[in-house]
């Protein structure tokens, strides 16, 4: 059993950086894709970004591509998510998560871990 622990949440104001990190208790290596979802209130849980087990520079949403970043560094079993040019509509709870593949997908619904999840919050 993966957990994961997601810290680097806070509020902010609009235009201003985070970064965010997912410590997993167990090494995840190439095996593991992993990716970072967010829920807004009254929202489903949506895809942010993916990365595979292999890492590269990963996919992420068309609506927070050219700002986000996600990156992982397997030696200490962390996934980051770096935010840039943050705006209020990316204010919600970003959950890590993590599948039992190296092959990345963009649906909540194929993750078999998830962390508790860190509030964003981005005031205008």
């Known amino acids: 059993q993966v957990q994961l622990v997601e810290s680097g949440g806070g509020l902010v104001q609009a235009g201003d950086s985070l970064r965010l990190s997912c410590t997993a208790s167990?090494?995840?290596?190439?095996?593991?894709?992993m990716g970072w979802f967010r829920q807004a209130p009254g929202k489903e849980r949506e895809f942010v970004a993916v990365?595979?087990?292999?890492?590269?520079?990963?996919n992420c949403a068309n609506s927070v591509k050219g700002r986000f970043t996600i990156s992982r560094d397997n030696a200490q079993n962390t996934l980051y998510l770096q935010m840039n040019s943050l705006t209020p509509e990316d204010t919600a709870v970003y959950y890590c998560?993590?599948?039992?593949?190296?092959?990345?997908?963009?649906?909540?619904?194929?993750?078999?871990?998830w962390g508790q999840g860190t509030q964003v919050t981005v005031s205008s």
């Open positions: 998560a993590a599948r039992r593949s190296s092959i990345v997908r963009t649906t909540p619904g194929d993750y078999d871990y």
């Open positions: 167990e090494r995840t290596t190439t095996g593991y894709a």
């Open positions: 990365i595979s087990g292999l890492g590269g520079r990963g």
